[in-house]
Nanobody, 117 residues
């Protein structure tokens, strides 16, 4: 069983910074890709940033130039700078493996990020 545990969320003023971390425990297989998603009440979960094998990254347009994703083995980080109130959400870590049946995602429990204006 794989568990993903996030940390680093909290309350910050607009313009401030936070760094989220997510570490995997349990099965020691290596994730093909890891990333961060976020969700606000009443809306679908949306991609923030993802990093794949070979350090290829993909960021949502809304966070380009402000957020940076990085990875060390099965730990993924999200450095968030110049935070805006619209970045307020629950942030979820995701790790994805390639299984016989296809891509299988694993999710963390989420960490709240609140940006005050």
């Amino acid at each position: 069983q794989v568990q993903l545990v996030e940390s680093g969320g909290g309350l910050v003023q607009a313009g401030g910074s936070l760094r989220l971390s997510c570490s995997a425990s349990g099965n020691t297989f290596r994730f093909n890709s890891m990333g961060w998603y976020r969700q606000v009440p009443g809306k679908e979960r949306e991609l923030v940033a993802i990093i794949s094998t070979g350090a290829v990254t993909n960021d949502a347009d809304s966070v380009k130039g402000r957020f940076t994703i990085s990875r060390d083995k099965n730990t993924v980080y999200l450095q968030m700078n110049s935070l805006k109130p619209e970045d307020t959400a629950v942030y979820y870590c995701m790790g994805r493996i390639v299984a016989v049946t296809g891509l299988v995602p694993y999710w963390g429990q989420g960490t709240q990020v609140t940006v005050s204006s």
